[in-house]
């Protein structure tokens, strides 16, 4: 996670880990079960989606908020496949990503108001 996405996030939120792969975001979801995941999709490794479709296959239905440079219609549709989830353009963070991890929080979707409606 860049420091400006934990700076935002840290002004209303506990951030209990950051990782820098997508297995290590596995491990971490497996071991500590954060209320709300927050990830890229273009991780190493395996994708963000990867790993969140990992997690579910495993029973494990996180609540999860993208923050992503990936605006293809897509790649937004297979990552909302995945739950109530939170979809942010990077470009979006500062404004998008609190409103977007509360949404995902409390089961609601969550789209940047620049993507259009998959």
């Known amino acids: ?65 993208f923050v992503t440079v990936h605006a293809e219609p897509q790649v937004v549709r297979h990552a909302l496949s995945l739950g109530q989830c939170g979809y942010v353009l990077k470009a979006d963070a500062v404004e998008d990503l609190l409103p977007a991890v509360h949404a995902a929080a409390a089961g609601q979707r969550y789209l940047s108001a620049s993507i259009p409606p998959p």
């Open 1 to 65: 996670m860049s420091r400006e996405l934990g700076a935002i996030l840290a002004q209303d939120c506990e951030v209990v880990a950051t990782v820098n792969d997508g297995l290590a975001l596995v491990r971490m979801a497996r071991e500590m079960h954060p209320d709300v995941l927050v990830t890229d999709i273009s991780m190493p490794g395996i994708t963000g989606l990867q790993a969140v479709e990992s997690l579910i296959e495993e029973g494990y239905a996180p609540r999860v908020v």
